[in-house]
């Protein structure tokens, strides 16, 4: 038996026992963030019900207001094309005047384009109204991620938060076709854009004023940043690791993005249903089953999301990104087959869900600051975050203005690229396996 002696603790030293409660104190979870968490819901919420919204009452205001096919389109995808330019920027922007300012200024703007376009009276307004939101949204999409990712409080918390956050994002667009089915019967599509919109813009608007402002964690995070930028390694191949990275979210997100616009146009390609002179919205319009079969659709990223997270530090990212490529291929081949409801639903179903397990394996990229580096994190990640949102952009414009033969043929062709940039991203083995 060892003397006592032998089980003193010398100065300088760290005792096993001693060690242990360090460890488990810092996977804790802090009241900022319990904060964050909180934040990051809200905030995925309303993003979320934004990026759906377009899908769910396009073909109410276009029979209400009496739009060409052309009209209706570019009504449809002018948000997206405005948040993607918004997303690319909002790195820099922040940089420039900062994260918690920038999300600021992107809530009020968004309340305020959100209640002009419930009020307005012509497609010009209309139109104007959109384009604000989707710069807004865009704004803050990735930004309001960094804000999260600079004050959690260590790596496990951070990625539990992220996940919870993304699957969030994914409810949102789940909540607004089942809202709308509910809804739209009963009030017009202006009062229902107030009743989506306007209750998660409201919430991170005080949270931002009254509970992250001047934090004592983003003053730690302020100091721990001085401490270590002498110590700062520049990231190699930076500009090569960002344009994979770039091109691999862009064809992901074409992939998920089109089912928003996808659905509902396939299966009105199936109901043949046309507006007559004074027809009835009611009669000519996606709704009912037809958004709960929507609904369903986006929720599929909910499952693919968490099976994504699962996957994380067990699958390489490129053995399971080359699968889902694979498997990506033979759906859109078999949704060339759009003979019934079920060949819509289960074909978009099982993208979404693929997209869901592509959609965090990036996630957890973007979230990686030593992937991109400490200096040049908020804008390479935005840069990121954003160039992916144009591939989402390019999938709805294409289900927008194109047949949707022509829509899956592409998807088919872009998900067989999708597997030769998985195998190209070697940066992501590297860092993951290290």
């Given at each position: ?130 384009a604000l939101i989707g710069f807004c ?175 994380q530090k067990r699958v390489s990212f ?117």
């Amino acid at each position: 038996m060892a003397d006592s002696e032998d089980l003193q603790i010398q100065p300088g030293e760290i005792s096993y026992k001693e060690e242990t409660p360090l460890i488990e104190q810092q996977q804790s979870w802090t009241r900022m963030d319990k904060l964050l968490l909180v934040f990051s819901i809200v905030m995925n919420l309303g993003d979320g019900v934004e990026m759906y919204l377009p899908g769910v009452i396009a073909q109410q205001v276009s029979c209400d207001i009496e739009l060409s096919p052309l009209l209706e389109g570019i009504l449809q995808c002018i948000q997206y094309f405005t948040l993607a330019v918004a997303t690319v920027t909002s790195g820099l922007l922040a940089d420039r005047f900062g994260t918690r300012e920038l999300t600021l200024f992107s809530l009020y703007l968004s309340v305020i384009s959100t209640v002009v376009c419930a009020v307005v009276a012509d497609y010009a307004t209309l139109l104007l109204s959109r384009a604000l939101i989707g710069f807004c949204v865009g704004l803050n999409l990735w930004i309001h991620n960094v804000i999260v990712t600079e004050l959690a409080s260590s790596k496990e918390v951070l990625s539990n938060i992220s996940l919870i956050g993304s699957t969030m994002y994914t409810f949102g667009g789940v909540w607004v076709p089942v809202l709308g089915s509910i809804l739209l019967d009963v009030v017009e599509w202006r009062v229902f854009i107030l009743l989506t919109s306007l209750p998660f813009f409201l919430p991170p608007i005080f949270m931002l004023h009254f509970c992250l402002a001047d934090t004592a964690g983003s003053q730690m995070q302020d100091k721990q940043n001085e401490a270590t930028q002498v110590e700062t390694v520049a990231v190699p191949n930076l500009v090569t690791r960002l344009t994979k990275l770039c091109f691999y979210r862009a064809v992901l997100m074409f992939q998920g993005w089109l089912t928003i616009l996808l659905v509902p146009a396939m299966i009105q390609l199936i109901n043949i249903r046309k507006a007559g002179l004074k027809s009835d919205c009611h009669e000519t319009a996606t709704q009912g089953t037809e958004l709960f079969i929507l609904a369903l659709v986006t929720f599929a990223a909910i499952p693919g999301k968490l099976f994504g997270g699962f996957l994380q530090k067990r699958v390489s990212f490129r053995k399971s990104q080359v699968a889902v490529g694979i498997l990506n291929v033979g759906i859109f081949a078999a949704m060339l087959i759009q003979e019934n409801l079920v060949v819509v639903a289960v074909t978009n179903f099982i993208v979404k869900f693929l997209y869901g397990i592509s959609s965090m394996a990036t996630y957890y990229i973007l979230i990686d600051k030593e992937f991109f580096g400490e200096t040049k994190y908020a804008s390479a990640s935005g840069i990121a975050y954003g160039m992916g949102l144009a591939g989402g952009v390019a999938g709805t414009a294409t289900v927008a203005f194109a047949p949707t033969l022509h829509v899956t043929i592409t998807a088919l062709v872009l998900s067989a690229l999708q597997i030769l940039l998985a195998i190209s991203m070697t940066e992501v083995e590297k860092r993951i396996t290290s």
